[in-house]
């Protein structure tokens, strides 16, 4: 293993396709050369090749399992800027990758986003965000008991999203945005691939998830200070020919041909990966990708990014540790692990799984051992390609895999010479318990 990671090491400054931005430095708005994007990266090859026991059979039948990975080195310099290294492994923008729970992400952030253009007196992210209904199957909300004072808020649907990954949560967001405002705000940033078209769980037709709930807010002495009415996207998007499995199950009968996704959300790994690190280094990446955002959102979001639900007191998922352990949404270093979290580490991240599509998109931080690094990963748990039928490959291949990549980068990084150990006190979070 030593001569492989002298090796490695010497591999490392001359990969293919990777992307270097500086904190306070305008960077490229993402990598021009799409061949760049289909070419395997030598520390990526290298690394998995060390190991295997664990990646021989993945990295063999990539193709199949739809593997797209995106290693992020991250080097400090004396005044504590970072930079930031790309590694890909077999990244394609081309292929279809179902994103499930990881839209939650760049919808949170615009929800946060909006009450900040709104710049409506004594409401924030605190405020009363009352939901209405107007339209088919649309339901209103009124109150939220897993907040402390009982009132549903931007912040506290935020809170779950990256805590638990809640689908209710993320689907009020939603709601507040409206469909066309999410998807016309995120292709002006540069994530024009991104197409967000659908709420989570909740079985609707195209037309009505165009049709979005009106919408109240509240300060919190309960004065109304905003009413929207329901919006109605109107824009038209580019025809897509997505498509998954051989074959799903549709009101319990087996449907033989490929499940129709040109209609469901779409977001790729690296855009997913850049809105981490808008989020998180904001100043890395080009101003037109970054969120309009207060400092107090960015501690608002990096705390709930990386609190265990353990450390969750509203909601209450501390007192259901059976339902929500430690490392629950925690799929890179930890997998499906239920044991203690070793103090020094923490995990900023969102993740998402179903229809054995599995991503998660993280930065790792080990404040003892000074290590930071981001890691994204996709896989597709589906051995049988049939959709719909509750038989996925999660615990058996996505989880372990996904559990044993972010350990090989973890480790990897623990070797790494860095010519300056990086300040971490920025991610210090103070959690609720």
């Known amino acids: 293993m030593g001569t492989l990671l002298i090796s490695v090491l010497a591999l490392a400054g001359a990969c293919s396709g990777t992307r270097k931005a500086t904190a306070g430095t305008p960077a490229p708005a993402g990598i021009t050369d799409s061949a760049q994007l289909m070419t395997d990266d030598s520390l990526l090859t290298a690394l998995l090749a060390s190991r295997p026991a664990f990646f021989a059979d993945v990295v063999q039948r990539r193709k199949s399992f739809k593997l797209q990975i ?19 492994f077999n990244l394609s923008d081309s292929q279809y990758f179902y994103p499930a729970s990881t839209v939650k992400m760049p919808v949170a952030l615009l929800s946060l986003e909006v009450l900040n253009e709104l710049k409506l007196p004594m409401v924030d ?9 107007a339209y088919n199957k649309q339901t209103p909300v009124f109150n939220d008991p897993s907040a402390a004072d009982g009132r549903p808020s931007v912040a506290q649907y935020v809170k779950k999203i990256f805590l638990v990954s809640d689908n209710d949560a993320f689907n009020r967001l939603y709601e507040l945005l409206g469909q066309q405002k999410i998807n ?23 037309d009505e998830n165009r049709h979005t709930n009106p919408v109240s807010l509240y300060d919190t002495s309960g004065r109304l200070r905003y009413q929207q009415p329901m919006l109605i996207n109107q824009a038209q998007y580019d025809l897509r020919q997505d498509s998954a499995g051989h074959a799903y199950y549709s009101r319990g009968e087996l449907v033989p041909h490929a499940m129709d996704f040109s209609l469901k959300n779409r977001i790729s790994l690296k855009d997913l990966t850049d809105i981490l690190q808008a989020t998180l280094f904001p ?62 580490i923490r995990i900023f991240n969102k993740v998402g799984d179903a229809y054995g599509f599995l991503t998660d998109v993280a930065y790792i931080v080990d404040f003892d051992k000074k290590i930071e690094f981001m890691l994204s990963a996709r896989i597709y748990c589906n051995a049988d390609e049939v959709l719909n039928d509750d038989r996925y490959d999660y615990d058996t291949v996505g989880f372990p895999f996904m559990k044993e990549l972010g350990q090989l980068i973890y480790d990897y990084e623990a070797k790494r010479p860095r010519k300056v150990l990086p300040d971490l006190s920025a991610f210090v979070m103070s959690y609720d318990k």
């Open 283 to 344: 100043l890395s990446v080009p101003a037109r990708q970054r969120f309009n955002l207060t400092d107090s959102d960015y501690l608002f979001l990096k705390k709930y990014m990386s609190e265990w639900p353990t450390e969750s007191l509203y909601p209450p998922y501390s007192a259901d540790t059976a339902s929500y352990w430690p490392t629950y949404c925690k799929f890179l270093l930890f997998g499906s692990a239920k044991g203690p979290v070793p103090s020094n």
């Open 70 to 88: 995106i290693y992020t080195e991250i080097n400090r310099n004396a005044r504590n800027e970072p930079s930031f290294t790309r590694h890909y």
């Open 184 to 206: 016309a705000r995120l292709h002006a940033m540069g994530y024009t691939d991104a197409q967000l078209l659908h709420r989570l769980e909740i079985s609707m037709t195209p």
């Open 125 to 133: 992210k605190n405020a009363s965000l009352i939901t209405g209904a």
